[in-house]
């Protein structure tokens, strides 16, 4: 009859998508569980255990990992190097890309769009060891790059990664020129997302272009700034890579981030019991950011 037919074919293309859906997300699953979930979990537990390496142990001994970090001075000011890290690197970056952004969205050239695009984007895909050792003997004394073009300019050579007050600050700067072209690939999308009735409007009514930047611009690229933000903190939070090539924590501990702190209590001193406990304090630092900066950048923009 017609009407069973017209009853069954649904079923049938039912079960079918279902079937398609298990097949293709049981195994990212199941990879997921076993790299990231339980080996998470495992963490967890460690860092409420007295972990014995050599015998494979761990008996449970409760806060006490928490409590011996937590009277570590050196993890505390690995704390204090991350925060400062973060607070100067993540705002810098979301300023800089965001007006790279905006100079590239302004070009009416799709050529030119697309070359500066991809020249901002290079060393995003640059390999980060390469990178960073390039840019350590760049920043060499006293025959680095920067120490030449200091002396060109009647200035004096720096210890730019050996010296307190300024390697912080080295490597900062060339996360950023590693980092940008990402974050400006994520504005471009934004940008071209606002639809052009708005900006003719506002021109109509004589706005200039700082004012349509701060009502139009800047409020309806909300979301794309809130996703942004929380993707550079995540990644700035998680640090290591620079830092252990370039500085290895020095001098002084100034460039210690808790990343660093973790590796070398794990791989260096063999205490996985306390290398988690730090792993789980970041974790939550890094939990209790990312609500907040959902609470106060909730978007309440629509268009």
Do not use: C
Request: hydrophobic share 50%; charged share 15%.
């Amino acid at each position: 009859m017609p009407g069973v037919k017209l009853q069954k074919r649904p079923s049938l293309q039912k079960r079918k998508m279902n079937r398609f859906v298990w097949t293709t997300l049981t195994p990212i699953l199941i990879l997921f569980l076993v790299f990231s979930f339980f080996p998470i979990l495992y963490g967890f537990y460690l860092s409420l255990s007295e972990y014995d390496p050599l015998a494979g142990t761990a008996d449970f001994i409760g806060l006490e990992n928490f409590r011996s970090i937590f009277h570590d001075s050196l993890f505390l000011k690995s704390i204090g190097t991350t925060f400062m890290f973060v607070a100067i690197a993540v705002p810098a970056n979301i300023v800089i890309t965001l007006l790279i952004s905006l100079a590239i969205n302004s070009l009416k050239n799709g050529s030119l769009q697309g070359l500066f695009r991809s020249v901002f984007f290079i060393p995003v895909i640059s390999p980060i060891v390469g990178s960073a050792l390039v840019w350590s003997m760049m920043y060499s004394y006293p025959n680095g790059l920067f120490n030449k073009i200091a002396a060109l300019l009647g200035g004096h050579e720096q210890y730019w990664l050996t010296g307190a007050g300024t390697a912080l600050i080295s490597v900062i700067i060339m996360t950023l020129w590693s980092d940008i072209g990402y974050n400006t690939i994520l504005f471009i999308a934004g940008l071209n997302t606002i639809p052009d009735m708005f900006y003719e409007s506002a021109k109509l009514e004589g706005a200039g272009s700082i004012r349509i930047f701060f009502t139009i611009t800047l409020p309806l690229l909300s979301r794309t700034t809130l996703f942004v933000t929380i993707m550079t903190l995540f990644s700035y939070f998680q640090e290591f890579t620079r830092f252990q090539i370039m500085t290895g924590g020095g001098p002084e501990n100034k460039t210690r981030l808790i990343s660093l702190e973790i590796y070398d209590t794990a791989f260096k001193y063999y205490d996985m019991s306390s290398a988690s406990a730090m792993a789980v304090v970041l974790f939550a630092i890094m939990l209790v950011v990312t609500i907040i900066q959902l609470k106060v950048g909730k978007s309440r923009w629509e268009y």
